[in-house]
């Protein structure tokens, strides 16, 4: 017998975390090996008490070499997914899926993947993440029912991007006007990674007359940004930008006992999932400094919100203009902080935590 006794660890974490399922599964002809985790399901039961319909949603990922830091990272990803569906009131469960990046990516590997979400038969509804684009989500496509977010010549409404960057920008016009005291076209920001999100939110930013500082490691995107106005710093100098706000595109775990002495702005809010390597205590620095932190789970939900109207045939107009409730639920977090003076983290945890079935 193994000594370690990782069954009985595995299910320990699962009470621990509140997690409903953890699955592991792996195709030894591609050497595909992927974590799925479902941390809440929304369910609906018939007449006789069977369960009808269940089903949780979620993103995709190609990333980490290391089973036990995917694992973390999928169970932290699907707890937020959770939240975002509360703040969304929208009956669905929170769930993640990363895939281990410990071998090349190639179109035996995406068709892979795309047989793992089917086996699913839609207990898993995903759409590409991170180390996924959307050349890949359209031969994952090809294999499963259960993927969104796909191009639109694929009969789908694109990246994810653009919604989520457009529900922070009505996110950040309540923000600026509530916490900063001044309109959005009078404060700066320091943009950490110019991805998907964070390239969507700059031109917003840039458009709308803002002052932004930005960086990422990848000198293209660097460049593109820098041609739009933008100062470009290096990776390990954003922190120290002297700035409205700092905004966290790329990925998690990036505030920490190392970076949070760094900050020099007023309020953190971005798009990146978990940006806080611990949350309570995270948040607790950031407030030792004077620096607000917006739950990014009720900043960035305008992304899965894109996916959702994609579901039932909508449009990109559709979910652009949907994406406002953004701005409704930062005003309502803010608003009930102040009445019950309580941080925000905890107000958007009381609020929109969700008790998981």
Avoid: W
């Amino acid at each position: 017998m193994n000594q370690n006794k990782p069954a009985r660890n595995i299910l320990n974490l699962m009470r621990k975390t509140g997690c409903r399922q953890i699955t592991f599964y792996q195709d030894s002809d591609t050497d595909m090996c992927a974590i799925l985790v479902i941390d809440s399901i929304s369910d609906e039961r018939d007449a006789h008490g069977r369960l009808s319909i269940v089903s949780s949603s979620g993103g995709t990922r190609f990333a980490h070499k290391n089973e036990d830091i995917a694992l973390e990272d999928a169970m932290r990803l699907a707890k937020s997914m959770t939240r975002k569906c509360r703040v969304l009131g929208v009956k669905e469960g929170g769930a993640k899926a990363v895939i281990l990046a410990n071998r090349l990516k190639n179109k035996r590997l995406l068709l892979s993947i795309g047989d793992f979400i089917q086996i699913q038969k839609g207990l898993f509804k995903t759409a590409v993440d991170v180390g996924l684009g959307l050349d890949d989500a359209a031969i994952i496509a090809s294999r499963t029912d259960f993927i969104d977010s796909l191009s639109c010549s694929h009969k789908g409404l694109g990246s994810t991007g653009e919604n989520t960057a457009e529900g922070i920008v009505h996110g950040f016009e309540i923000i600026c006007k509530e916490l900063l005291k001044k309109p959005l076209k009078k404060c700066s920001f320091a943009i950490q990674g110019l991805g998907a999100v964070g390239m969507a939110l700059t031109k917003r930013l840039v458009k709308k007359g803002c002052k932004v500082i930005a960086t990422d490691i990848n000198k293209r995107l660097c460049s593109q940004a820098k041609k739009k106005g933008v100062l470009i710093v290096k990776p390990n100098e954003i922190f120290s930008q002297k700035v409205d706000i700092f905004s966290p595109c790329a990925m998690g775990d990036i505030l920490n006992e190392k970076t949070i002495p760094k900050l020099k702005c007023k309020i953190v809010a971005g798009g990146a999932n978990n940006p806080l390597k611990d949350e309570k205590k995270g948040e607790k620095e950031l407030l030792q400094k004077d620096i607000l932190f917006i739950p990014e789970f009720v900043l960035n939900c305008a992304g899965f919100l894109q996916a959702l109207v994609e579901r039932k045939g909508g449009t990109i107009r559709e979910a652009r203009e949907k994406s406002k409730i953004v701005a409704k639920r930062i005003k309502e977090i803010i608003q009930f902080s102040k009445k019950n003076n309580i941080t925000l983290l905890n107000t958007a945890t009381k609020l929109f935590g969700g008790k998981k079935k």
